[in-house]
T-cell receptor, first 112, second 113 residues
Framework: NAGVTQTPKFQVLKTGQSMTLQCAQDMNHEYMSWYRQDPGMGLRLIHYSVGAGITDQGEVPNGYNVSRSTTEDFPLRLLSAAPSQTSVYFC???????????FGSGTRLTVV | DAKTTQPNSMESNEEEPVHLPCNHSTISGTDYIHWYRQLPSQGPEYVIHGLTSNVNNRMASLAIAEDRKSSTLILHRATLRDAAVYYCILRGLSGGSNYKLTFGKGTLLTVNP
């Protein structure tokens, strides 16, 4: 099992560009989430999904869109990148009755 | 969401036990206590969780106070690979709190050789 796979690992964007961060899991987990981590801070929840077709906002959703068309994939879209979105982004997944989330290795995004 | 308080940093020597404290005085009766750790340049990793009773697994032990207002993560023999930021997180069972992890700044554990 690959677990949670995030691509790309690194990305540099110009202000105003859009892009999609990919997240895929092969564990048939129902719950998936996106977090961002700024330097010296804990992770903050952006969006989450409790199953295919169901998403909801987290703590810091502005500037990001998500959709969940399959159980495996949960892409995060940046609509118009801003320097304030420079961060490390983590995707996580968990089974319905599971205890702990499995996290990906992260995408380091820089917006210039 | 109920809040947790952890020391900013702790230091330990290799092969010695480490006790990482966490205060959660506003914990509700259905909140589980979860611990994650984040090694340098990696995503967080689930360590252990508990509700009322002390818990053990291959990675660590979790000691929960009788009034549940505090807990301690115990690493029985610290290794250099245990150097990480440790997060104590409360996770509820109802509604949105079941799906969210609220991370604080955690405790940075340094392990000396």
């Amino acid at each position: 099992n690959a677990g949670v796979t995030q691509t790309p690992k690194f990305q540099v964007l110009k202000t105003g560009q859009s892009m999609t961060l990919q997240c895929a899991q092969d564990m048939n987990h129902e719950y998936m989430s996106w977090y961002r981590q700024d330097p010296g801070m804990g992770l903050r929840l952006i969006h989450y999904s409790v199953g295919a077709g169901i998403t909801d906002q987290g703590e810091v959703p502005n500037g990001y869109n998500v959709s969940r068309s399959t159980t495996e994939d949960f892409p995060l879209r940046l609509l118009s990148a801003a320097p304030s979105q420079t961060s490390v982004y983590f995707c996580a997944s968990r089974n319905t009755g599971g205890y702990g989330y499995t996290f990906g290795s992260g995408t380091r995004l820089t917006v210039v | 969401d109920a809040k947790t308080t952890q020391p900013n940093s702790m230091e330990s020597n290799e092969e010695e036990p480490v006790h990482l404290p966490c205060n959660h005085s506003t914990i509700s009766g259905t909140d589980y206590i979860h611990w994650y750790r984040q090694l340098p340049s990696q995503g967080p990793e689930y360590v252990i969780h508990g509700l009322t009773s002390n818990v053990n697994n291959r990675m660590a032990s979790l000691a929960i106070a009788e009034d549940r207002k505090s807990s301690t993560l115990i690493l029985h023999r610290a290794t250099l690979r245990d150097a990480a930021v440790y997060y104590c997180i409360l996770r509820g069972l109802s509604g949105g709190s079941n799906y969210k992890l609220t991370f604080g700044k955690g405790t940075l554990l340094t392990v000396n050789p």
